[in-house]
């Protein structure tokens, strides 16, 4: 196989990889969750929390974005969200997102090349015949390179009380979620983010989790609509 077609052939492999993979999309989400040892508190649901906006956020309207679908998911897993700071909510709930510096990684994609054909010649007392079989093919694994980057999602839950007097930072909680690909957009991939950190929300993971979460997941898809 000479080196343009061969090019042509990875090139095609590629691409239908690429359908294949949006037609059943699934994302690998990295979490990890920390409990306060001096402070061994069971985020419980029904518990009063508040989500507090980033002031010097980048972009405050993603921001508020982010804010609402984390207040969602608060909802959706059976917390109660504090509106306002006056309400005395238990727990004050500080989030923060980002993308890490790209790199370059290198990844094999499959080139399948089929056998070809060879006939077969028998000889015996009736006289010759032919036949035709078909020859295994094979299978070979191209490499090539892409550069990939860090989605990041964190969230820290500090006591109400030490917050709103004097606004002293008691760690209940921290989780803490990434997501690693090729050119994913921060916006669609905060849903995944947020998905799977609530996956372990007030857990002490203990280790890192892996959470697979596929493109059609409902929780994903209400987060997508707000």
């Not at 990875?10 to 306060?36: E, H």
């Not at 036949?131 to 006591?159: A, H, N, R």
């Not at 002293?168 to 909680?173: A, G, Q």
């Not at 890192?208 to 707000?226: T, Y």
């Amino acid at each position: 196989m000479g080196p343009r077609i061969l090019t042509a052939c990875i090139k095609g492999a590629l691409f239908l990889l690429l359908i294949l993979l949006q037609g059943c999309a699934s994302y690998t989400v990295k979490v990890d969750g920390f409990r306060n040892p001096d402070r061994p508190l069971i985020v419980a649901p029904g518990t009063t929390i508040h989500v507090v906006e980033d002031k010097e956020a980048k972009n405050p309207l993603f921001d508020k974005e982010v804010t609402r679908k984390i207040e969602s998911m608060l909802k959706l897993k059976g917390y109660t969200i504090s509106q306002s700071q006056s309400d005395s909510p238990v727990y004050y709930l500080l989030h923060g997102y980002g993308i890490g510096q790209e790199r370059t990684v290198t990844r094999t994609v499959p080139l399948y090349q089929p056998g070809g054909t060879a006939t077969v010649t028998k000889t015996g007392p009736s006289g010759t015949s032919y036949s035709t079989i078909q020859l295994p093919g094979s299978t070979t694994y191209v490499p090539y390179t892409t550069s990939v980057s860090d989605k990041w999602l964190s969230l820290k839950i500090v006591d109400g009380k030490d917050y709103k007097g004097s606004g002293t930072m008691t760690d209940i909680w921290i989780g803490e979620a990434t997501v690693t690909g090729e050119g994913l957009d921060l916006r669609d991939m905060i849903n995944y983010l947020i998905v799977g950190i609530f996956d372990h929300f007030g857990e002490n993971t203990g280790k890192r989790i892996v959470v697979d979460i596929k493109a059609d997941d409902p929780q994903v898809k209400a987060l997508s609509a707000q």
